[in-house]
């Protein structure tokens, strides 16, 4: 991403719009078919914590940590993943100004997940084989009945 204009302010607002909708916690662009370098997360329970991260880059350090991860583009699944704990974020605003800042617990498990997203990977990517063959056969099963 290198243009911050009203249209990069405007597809950011409307990914933020989406995510609580959903409902969810985070937002990659690329679940919403737009394959720019752009995340939104909030993890507050009042919806008052929203970040914006374009051109995120993350150094996650720490411990590593288990927790109960679900996805939008994974309906109604919930496994355990394993994460960092904390993470180093650099990344810009909408405006393209730098923003710099240490995340952790559910903060810095969401940007992981949804940088995740960025590069094409999902949660149950992580999980074994047999669990990921047991998913995509309950996603399989769940779509035929649904049309
Ligand atoms: O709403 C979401 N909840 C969630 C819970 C645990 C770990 C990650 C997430 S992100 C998810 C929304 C989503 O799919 N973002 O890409
Ligand atoms: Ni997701």
Do not use: W
């Amino acid at each position: 991403m290198d243009t911050f204009d009203s249209q990069l302010a405007e597809f950011a607002e409307n990914m933020l719009e989406t995510m609580y909708a959903a409902p969810g916690i985070g937002l990659a662009a690329t679940q919403v078919n737009v394959h720019k370098r752009v995340i939104v997360v909030d993890v507050s329970d009042t919806k008052s914590e929203a970040y914006t991260l374009i051109n995120p880059v993350l150094e996650p350090f720490g411990a590593k940590i288990q927790g109960e991860e679900g996805c939008l583009s994974v309906p109604e699944i919930y496994e355990p993943v394993e994460r960092f704990e904390q993470v180093n974020v650099t990344a810009q605003d909408v405006n393209g100004e730098p923003i710099e800042f240490t995340a952790s617990g559910m903060l810095a498990i969401c940007i992981q997940h949804e940088c995740d997203h960025l590069e094409g990977r999902l949660f149950v990517d992580y999980l074994s084989s047999l669990k990921r063959n047991r998913i995509s056969k309950k996603l399989r099963e769940r779509s035929k009945t649904l049309v």
